[in-house]
């Protein structure tokens, strides 16, 4: 029952961060986005007050508007390099939305129990929606490389790896967990070099987040090759308890908080 607390602790943690994201990166300060975002909130609050499951299904309707905005407002350049890299936190969000709705039903999609479903769930909100997003916005600034585009498409096929591979084919699992581990450091330390030194508190929130995701990912991968990794600490699981709030609460909120507050 902590587990599942805990998670759902981290999961509207993510539904707050990730359309606020989405909401300045994407749909240029949408007010309208804004006004459907919170009520959406407060739909899904009301539900798990009266314990009506069936509200759970206003967040992926949601999270289809979102997408559907972002197509209103970009439709002249659809299909442009760097239009088609900005679908892709979009895809995480609807991915995310369907195991958050699968681990409210307990679906039991792919395999996954309730649990699982809703681990699912925050890594398609947190490394997908609002991580992958921040990478989709820095790509589409003209000064600096497409190091950031190509992270972004290989998130996605890490994702889909990690995911698969969970209850199918462990060894997919392991080359997407190696995969984010190597190239996430690697993409938040570009943009931590990348800072201007005058922009203090963006550089600090970005050394913030490099130095968690870095312990973060040290972590996953010792979860997944070191078999004498502890998986309980006070009858929750290690990997909620260190990685899920490094993730959550200190690394991806810094770096998206460093890029907002980055003027350079």
Known sequence: MAEISFLHFFLFVAFILSPVMTKYFFLQASKTYSFVHITSLIILLVGVVLRVEH??????????????LYFKSNRAILFSP?????????????ISSVWFVAGVYDLNLLGYGREWSFYAALHGAFLGWLLVGCLAFLSGKSNVSKIYQWGCYLSLLFFLLVAFGIDGVPYIKRVGVIGFSLMMPFLIGHYVHSVKKEYRLSKFLAGVSLLSIILSMAIAVLNEFWVG???????????????GVMNAVIAVPCFFLAIKFDRG
């Open 55 to 68: 509200t759970v299904i206003v967040w992926p309707i949601f999270c289809v508007y979102g997408l559907f």
């Open 82 to 94: 760097k239009s088609i890299v900005k679908y892709i936190p979009f895809a995480f969000s609807l």
């Open 229 to 243: 990794f502890p998986k309980v600490i006070l009858g929750i699981p290690t990997m909620v308890v260190t990685h």
